[in-house]
């Protein structure tokens, strides 16, 4: 629908009063008392098209009509979830075209990427026309993940089309390109593990996870500061702490990054991880976590896990109840 100031070449916007198509239908106006305590100042245009919108659906008419107008109504106030559910109705009732449906709620989408009951709208549509529309619906999300990359609706509708429609195949490929372009898009880290955890096509997380890590420790060692990589590696060990103790990778990155900067809470923090699940450390790392301890005198010597907490106390003061607790617990 054109707004009432419509732009040259554009075809000038009927109110419903002067449609002849409405003409036996009288407006419901909005019922707020005779005494309101705070009347809301509508626009007349809004108004009226919302008196209209109230006579059909009091009257439950699902008729093209009827239809037109709840586009007004959209127009006017894409959030209505009222004129949204009422609109499902009539579709459905007039077995209507919705690949035309879908593209007018594209339209609406582009404007109001955060509307919760516009992406609503698109996941019944989705639903309803299957696994044809799979690829469009990827395309669409990736339209408005590139205008806002942490957009959380275009997410969620992209993993919901992935799991119930499909479109796997070029998934992990395009989390690649999310991260070359911005490695610190957390949102596209979380897609990845997405992928690699539940893609029928790449053969699960066992399978991926080797591959993975040497993409994750690369991702670190680039920016050792970047939190997203270290969350993802830890998760790749997910259930399986044995595993991730015995993998001499991980030990290893927190190494390389802390030879670097001892203050990476990041890889303290994983280190000291470790050390509580029975790491057995190399001379190397030993070394490296005294050599912190001799730096600096207010870091008490002992233990190697309460020693790393014990910089972590230092190097994380915003955490540091937290720190100071967790020693309790080695100390137990």
Known sequence: ??????????????????????????????????????????????????????????AGERSPRALRITADAIDFNPGNYTVWHFRRVILE?????????MNFVDQIAECNAKNYQVWHHKRWLAEKLGPDVANSEHEFTRKILYDDAKNYHAWSHRQWVLQALGGWESELQYCNQLLEEDVFNNSAWNQRYLVVTRSPILGGLVTMRDSEVDY???????????????????GLYKGDNTLLVADDRISDVCLKVLNNDWRCIFALGLLLELLRMGLQPSDE????????????????????????????????????NYWSWYRTTLSS
């Not at 077995?95 to 035309?100: E, H, P, S, T």
């Not at 994750?216 to 830890?234: D, G, K």
């Open 93 to 101: 009732a007039l077995d209507a075209d919705l690949i035309q449906e």
């Open 216 to 234: 994750t420790v690369e991702a670190i060692i680039a920016n050792p500061q970047n939190e997203s990589p270290w969350r993802y590696l830890r």
């Open 1 to 58: 629908m054109s707004s009432p100031d419509e732009e040259e070449g554009v075809d000038e916007w009927v109110p419903p009063s002067r449609r002849p198509e409405l003409a036996d239908v009288a407006p419901l106006p909005q019922g707020d008392g005779p005494c309101p305590v705070v009347a809301i100042a509508y626009r007349d245009d809004f108004r009226e098209v919302m008196d209209y919108f109230r006579a059909l659906y009091a």
């Open 285 to 320: 790392l030993r070394g490296t976590i005294e050599a912190i301890n001799n730096s600096d005198p207010e870091i008490e010597h002992t233990d190697l896990a309460t020693a790393v907490c014990s910089i972590l106390q230092k190097c994380d003061p915003l955490r540091i």
